[in-house]
T-cell receptor
Framework: KQEVTQIPAALSVPEGENLVLNCSFT??????LQWFRQDPGKGLTSLLL?????REQTSGRLNASLDKSSGRSTLYIAASQPGDSATYLC???????FGAGTRLTVKP | DTGVSQDPRHKITKRGQNVTFRCDPI?????LYWYRQTLGQGPEFLTY????????KSRLLSDRFSAERPKGSFSTLEIQRTEQGDSAMYLC???????????????FGNGTRLTVT
């Protein structure tokens, strides 16, 4: 059974800092991995999807990497802003096993 | 593209009552997913449809839960004889047809928050 873990559970940083969020999974036989953002009381917004054949994807200040062999993905956020404050979730495959998320707070 | 729409946004019901939620996916998205999310946790997969066919159901989906997608467009999730443990956010997502549907991003609605008193 696929298990998805996200570390840290919560993170607080000052505005402008670069940061890395981690996602690990136990079964490397995946089709894709997707990073989402969730604001309080809202649904999830897709940030990046990495296919199993890819090693990274970039969108603006976000960069996600995938290392299937080690069962890890990272989400790098450059020059963080208060508007980045949210919970960030990773999910594996389209039956979507989710991690519990990392709650990010960026302080102005 | 109007996004995935869920109705109602909030539902408060008494234990033992039946509730039904509706999800309207993005048009032309042939896959539709239901998830449940409790506070501080990631969403838990419940079931998904490809067109009108229900292809997978989680063991979380007890016999009190039923989902339908009769015409391959909108979907309903019904919970019978609700229990306090059913209190959660119920999320719907859809994904487009692609060469490989496994590599199509999911688009989520804002969810229906259920409170069972």
């Amino acid at each position: 059974k696929q298990e998805v873990t996200q570390i840290p559970a919560a993170l607080s940083v000052p505005e402008g800092e670069n940061l890395v969020l981690n996602c690990s999974f136990t079964d490397s036989a995946i089709y894709n991995l997707q990073w989402f953002r969730q604001d309080p009381g809202k649904g999830l917004t897709s940030l990046l999807l990495i296919q199993s054949s890819q090693r990274e994807q970039t969108s603006g200040r976000l960069n996600a990497s995938l290392d299937k062999s080690s069962g890890r993905s990272t989400l790098y956020i450059a020059a963080s802003q208060p508007g980045d404050s949210a919970t960030y979730l990773c999910a594996v495959n389209n039956d979507m096993r989710f991690g519990a998320g990392t709650r990010l707070t960026v302080k102005p | 593209d109007t996004g995935v729409s869920q109705d109602p946004r909030h539902k408060i019901t008494k234990r033992g009552q039946n509730v039904t939620f509706r999800c309207d996916p993005i048009s032309e998205h042939n896959r539709l997913y239901w998830y449940r999310q409790t506070l501080g946790q990631g969403p838990e997969f419940l079931t998904y449809f490809q067109n009108e066919a229900q292809l997978e159901k989680s063991r979380l989906l007890s016999d009190r839960f039923s989902a339908e997608r009769p015409k391959g467009s909108f979907s309903t999730l019904e919970i019978q004889r609700t229990e306090q443990g059913d209190s959660a956010m119920y999320l719907c997502a859809s994904s487009p047809v692609g060469q490989s549907s496994y590599n199509s991003p999911l688009h989520f609605g804002n969810g229906t928050r259920l409170t069972v008193t």
